[in-house]
């Protein structure tokens, strides 16, 4: 059974603080999505990742897909109030499940002014 | 207009009832799911559908069924509601021929089942 690990689950930080959102599997993962939702609303995605060692970056956000594709993490810089919210990772397996994506947990930033 | 829509936003019914949530999408995408969310447990899958006559079971399927009635439709219905069934639900979309498994989200439906 394939599964991500989420850490940390909860993380509350001060305005202009940098955090690293980490998100582990011991499986490979032909594809990597990271979503934000916030209360009230669905998951929204900010990025897909499918290259091992590949970087993308939207605006304070950097997103790393880990070499083996098994790891992924999502780094902000200078954190706003407005980040606030729910951060969900899921994986595709290409194919594999019958390409149902795996999600993660989630974890829970609140970014305080 | 939102892509993936869902009706209605939310919903408070009683242990019993048979309930109808219905999921609406224009992006043409083939494939759709049903999800539920609750605190500390992710997003579980209960149903998705490769096209009108491809329905499968998710992995918390029991007390659900659903409908495919086009392409752009599936509804979830709860047949006799049980309060742990209290849950956000998602719908969610996904291009069956695009190159990533890439799933985009309805706004959801807060379900309360008394």
């Known amino acids: 059974t394939q599964l991500l690990e989420q850490s940390p689950q909860f993380l509350s930080i001060q305005e202009g603080e940098n955090l690293t959102v980490y998100c582990n599997s011991s499986?490979?993962?032909?594809?990597l999505q990271w979503y934000r939702q916030e209360p009230g609303e669905g998951p929204v995605l900010l990025v897909t990742?499918?290259?091992?060692?590949e970087v993308k970056k939207l605006k304070r956000l950097t997103f790393q897909f880990g070499d083996a594709r098994k790891d992924s993490s999502l780094h902000i810089t200078a954190a706003q109030p407005g980040d606030t919210g729910l951060y969900l990772c899921?994986?595709?397996?290409?194919?594999?499940?019958?390409?149902?994506?795996?999600f993660g947990k989630g974890t829970k930033l609140s970014v305080k002014p | 207009d939102a892509d993936v829509t869902q009706t209605p936003r939310n919903r408070i019914t009683k242990t019993g009832k048979r309930i109808m949530l219905e999921c609406s999408q224009t992006?043409?995408?083939?494939?759709m799911y049903w999800y539920r969310q609750d605190p500390g447990l992710g997003l579980r899958l209960i149903y998705y559908?490769?096209?009108?006559?491809?329905?499968n079971k998710g992995e918390i399927s029991d007390g659900y069924s659903v409908s495919r009635q086009a392409q752009a439709k599936f509804s979830l219905s709860l047949e006799s509601a049980i309060p742990n069934q209290t849950a956000l639900y998602f719908c969610?979309?996904?291009?069956?021929?695009?190159?990533?498994?890439?799933?985009?989200f309805g706004p959801g439906t807060r379900l309360t089942v008394l």
């Open positions: 559908s490769f096209d009108v006559k491809d329905i």
């Open positions: 990742v499918v290259t091992g060692g």
């Open positions: 992006k043409g995408h083939d494939r």
């Open positions: 969610a979309t996904r291009d069956g021929t695009a190159s990533t498994d890439t799933q985009y």
């Open positions: 899921a994986g595709g397996s290409d194919g594999g499940s019958q390409g149902n994506l795996i």
């Open positions: 499986s490979v993962f032909s594809s």
